[in-house]
């Protein structure tokens, strides 16, 4: 059985159905409305941007290339390994795939707890009834499902937030957003990114500080296309000829950075239950790592099981896995975050401890001999410890005055001002905005404190 028909859920249900097993899938969002909407309250990023690494096709292509067809059909593009697809898009897809798997039963309802029957059994209660399985595979993500049964793991606020939008881009218009470069871009106090995805449809994301309430302005359409228009090279990009919204602006809470194992003081927390996906391992998504990292963990899982092992040495087994493989993962991304925030505080670099990889790999950008390391780590082939001899080459850098640069445009006060400027003249947002600008910024770094 398994519970969650996300990305994970949904990957492990095909994957373990084409190999003979009988799979229940349990799901609380029942899926796509026959006219195709979906609004999947419980997924809050369902709507938000989202980079599909290398590691995702690869998946699929080794274990269900018939989805990866499909998702192709549906618009989605690959370039260099990576998937440009909408999370919507991609979600659809597999919901397309479960219903049509001969071996894949759906159902829709709550998982409310899982008890052990006498003979060892996990037995699941939910609001579909009660129902004994072999095996249970928890992939609900960061939802509270079982949390009262596990140890309470690591979880750290990233301090970060987004807030994004979908444009479609004109046919005439396509290279500019899809081939060569990134469009990323690093300013004091904000970060901007543009997501290519499928059938032209790209989105622009604004990463703030969750505790930034003046930039939560951005919520508002003629904030943010103010604010698109602001930041120079997102503006050429950004023009009423090459592209026009279709969405509206979709804002996104504080995001954390979670690890929980399968064990509580050495013992398996749930009997017969293996967490897997983002109910082990949620990055915080700065460097769109997510759903990789779950799909890396559902292949670990699928090798132990086909190994045969019995059920408890799978778990204990794939527990060890994730130590290994995913927790590194973790530290680098909650340090790779703090740096970030501390960046646009102003602050000198913090050399104390790891360097966070992100000025690691910045420090020395360029010189040949860490390309390939530093290559494999982005792509995430080599763990975080990788960077360990490059490390030491960007403190000589650092010591030698090297610092990161923020990209040219406006720091955050700047922006604002910009804002404020546009939004003066439209009224829905004014007085919301004017409001929060007299009082209180809430923003606690020095030097940002609201009145630009
Ligand atoms: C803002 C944001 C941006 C992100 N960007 C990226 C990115 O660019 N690239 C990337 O790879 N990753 C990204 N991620 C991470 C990615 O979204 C997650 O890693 C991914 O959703 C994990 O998939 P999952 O299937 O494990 O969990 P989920 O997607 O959370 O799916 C869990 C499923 O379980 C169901 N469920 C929950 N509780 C129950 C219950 N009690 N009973 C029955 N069903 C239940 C839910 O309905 C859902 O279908 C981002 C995350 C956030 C927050």
Same mark, same amino acid.
């Given at each position: ?57 690869? &998946?699929? /292509?080794?274990? @269900? ?7 192709? *059909? #549906?618009?989605?593009?690959? %370039?260099? +390994? ?36 006498? &003979?060892? /059994?996990?037995? @699941? ?7 004994? *399985? #072999?095996?249970?595979?928890? %992939?609900? +993500? ?36 899809? &081939? ?273």
């Amino acid at each position: 059985m398994v519970i969650g028909a996300g990305p994970t859920g949904s990957f492990l249900a095909l994957a373990l159905a084409r190999r003979g097993h009988a799979v229940t899938v349990l799901d609380r969002d029942p899926g796509p409305a026959a006219d195709g909407s979906w609004e999947r309250p419980g997924v809050p990023q369902f709507r938000q941007p989202h980079a599909f690494r290398s590691q995702i096709a690869e &998946a699929l /292509r080794a274990e @269900l290339p018939g989805v990866l067809e499909a998702l192709v *059909a #549906d618009g989605a593009y690959l %370039a260099e +390994g990576q998937m440009g697809v909408r999370r919507s898009v991609y979600e659809a897809v597999f919901r397309r795939a479960l219903s049509g798997e001969p071996g894949v039963t759906m159902l829709a309802g709550s998982a409310r707890d899982i008890r052990t029957d006498a &003979a060892g /059994r996990p037995v @699941l209660i939910s609001d579909t009834g009660i129902s004994t *399985a #072999d095996l249970v595979l928890n %992939a609900t +993500g960061r939802a509270r499902f079982l949390k009262h049964r596990r140890t309470a793991g690591l979880d750290v606020d990233s301090g970060l937030a987004y807030v994004s939008r979908e444009y479609q881009v004109a046919p005439g218009a396509r290279d500019e957003f899809y &081939a060569g470069a990134r469009h990323i871009w690093n300013l004091p106090g904000y970060l901007v990114r543009v997501f290519p995805s499928d059938s032209n449809v790209i989105s622009t994301l604004f990463v703030r500080r969750a505790d930034d309430r003046d930039l939560t302005v951005l919520r508002h359409p003629e904030a943010y296309e103010a604010a698109t228009a602001a930041v120079p090279p997102l503006a050429a990009l950004m023009t009423a000829d090459k592209v026009r919204p279709i969405s509206r602006v979709y804002p996104g809470g504080a995001m954390r950075n979670i690890y929980r194992g399968q064990l509580t003081k050495d013992e398996i927390d749930t009997p017969g239950v293996i967490h897997v996906g983002d109910a082990v391992f949620s990055p915080s998504p700065m460097y769109g790592r997510g759903i990789a990292t779950s799909l890396i963990q559902a292949r670990a899982l699928l090798e132990l099981i086909d190994a045969g092992h019995d059920r408890d040495s799978v778990t204990r087994r794939f527990d060890a896995w994730c130590t290994g493989r995913m927790l590194p993962w973790f530290h680098d991304q909650v340090l790779d975050d703090a740096g970030v925030i501390g960046m646009w505080d102003g602050g000198d670099l913090e050399i104390d401890g790891r360097l966070p990889s992100a000025t690691i790999t910045r420090a020395v950008a360029g010189e040949p001999r860490w390309r390939d390391v530093i290559g494999q780590y982005l792509d995430m082939r080599v763990l975080p410890s990788a960077l360990a001899p490059v490390e030491v080459a960007a403190r000589e850098r650092i010591a030698a005055g090297w610092r990161p640069a923020f990209a040219d445009g406006p720091d955050r006060q700047e922006l604002l001002r910009v804002i404020r400027g546009s939004v003066n003249r439209t009224s829905p947002v004014r007085p919301a905005f004017a409001a929060r600008s007299a009082g209180s910024s809430g923003h606690k770094s020095p030097g940002t404190s609201g009145a630009a």
